[in-house]
């Protein structure tokens, strides 16, 4: 289980988790599978592994997340939305993750496949929010759900306040922790903390584990938090900007350099603060969240 994982013995001063996405080709798939045995051997507390918002890449997410738990030490926690799908199938899609042997599972509600931002339209047999999912997966067995939680608030919650309420809401429903989108400004992840426990002191027990992204392209991330509706700092978007000076493609190396030393200070902040782990958006590869944890102390292989 998550939980037990995050008290087990780890290298360093916090635990850390690493999250993958299922690829859409072969070459994806031995590229994640290089990154997975690399993160193998530094011992995460767990890993994680995102589920399609399209649909194509849902049975991929079901396969992987199955090899990963059966082939590898990794404790895999496999990611699950509610969009598209009927009551019934979401009960199958947990089914066959029980199948694999998958305990653990974050219940999500999910984006409209296409705009993230757009218009969710529930399911006519479905679920309308993660709440229920939560319900629905602690109903059909012995699993551990996590959930999402958002720092900044959700886009579509109307202010703060309603969404501590929404979180405090999954956690009543059974959820044992969530993990957070991922930010920049630490500030709105101890605020979220400090919400939660106002809100409800024994639901803000409960592990805020923290989503950091080690930035290696510039493009992308922004392009990532558009999609997300969350915000990038104008003091780390002007270090970003000024590595990459009019030639982003030229100046590569320099972002990525930028991009580590960011994550790494966020880090570092996070667990001076008491965050129970750290958890690594990898996109998939080991390098960059490999140097951000070498820096960090919480390399297993040097160490
Ligand atoms: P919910 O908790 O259902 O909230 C959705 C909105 O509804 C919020 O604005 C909330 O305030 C509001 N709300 C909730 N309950 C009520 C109520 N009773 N009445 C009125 N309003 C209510 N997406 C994927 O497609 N695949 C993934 O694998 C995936 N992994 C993620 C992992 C993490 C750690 C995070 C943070 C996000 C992930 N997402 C993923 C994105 C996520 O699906 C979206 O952010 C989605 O918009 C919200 O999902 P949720 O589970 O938080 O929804």
């Known amino acids: 289980s998550v939980i037990a994982r995050l008290s ?34 530094l011992r995460p507390a767990f890993a994680s592994l995102t589920y399609g918002a399209g649909g194509t890449s849902r049975d991929r997410t079901v396969r992987i997340a199955g090899e990963m738990a059966r082939e590898t030490t990794l404790t895999t926690v496999a990611h699950l939305t509610a969009v598209n799908h009927s009551i019934d199938e979401l009960r199958a899609l947990v089914g066959s993750y029980a199948d694999q042997g998958i305990t653990n599972i974050l219940a999500l509600r999910g984006d409209p496949p296409g705009d993230p931002l757009g218009e969710w339209t529930k399911h006519p047999e479905g679920v309308a929010y993660a709440e229920e999912l939560v319900r629905l997966v602690d109903e ?19 202010d703060l306040e309603e969404d501590t309420r929404n979180l405090v809401a999954k956690l009543r429903a059974g959820a044992e922790y969530s993990i957070t989108q991922m930010f920049f400004r630490v500030d709105d ?20 584990i923290p989503g950091i992204m080690p930035i290696t392209s510039l493009a992308s991330v922004r392009r990532m938090m558009e999609l997300s509706g969350s915000t990038m700092p104008s003091d780390l978007d002007e270090r970003l900007a000024r590595a990459a000076g009019n030639d982003e493609a030229a100046n590569r190396d ?39 944890l070498q820096r960090l102390g919480m390399d297993a292989l040097v160490a």
């Open 8 to 41: 087990a013995p780890h290298v360093g001063p916090v635990p850390f988790s690493v999250e993958f996405f299922p690829p859409k080709d072969q070459a994806g798939e031995e590229r994640l599978w290089r990154a997975v045995r690399v993160f193998e051997q």
């Open 140 to 158: 059909l067995g012995d699993f551990e759900v996590g959930v999402a939680s958002f720092p900044e608030g959700h886009h579509r919650a109307p």
């Open 189 to 208: 992840y101890l605020r979220l903390r400090d919400r939660v426990v106002a809100a409800d002191p024994e639901q803000g027990a409960k592990p805020i």
């Open 254 to 292: 320099a972002i990525r350099a930028v991009g580590i030393d960011i994550a790494t200070e966020i880090a570092e902040r996070l667990i001076a603060e008491g965050a129970p782990c750290l958890h690594f958006c990898s996109l998939n590869f080991a390098k960059a969240t490999g140097e951000v």
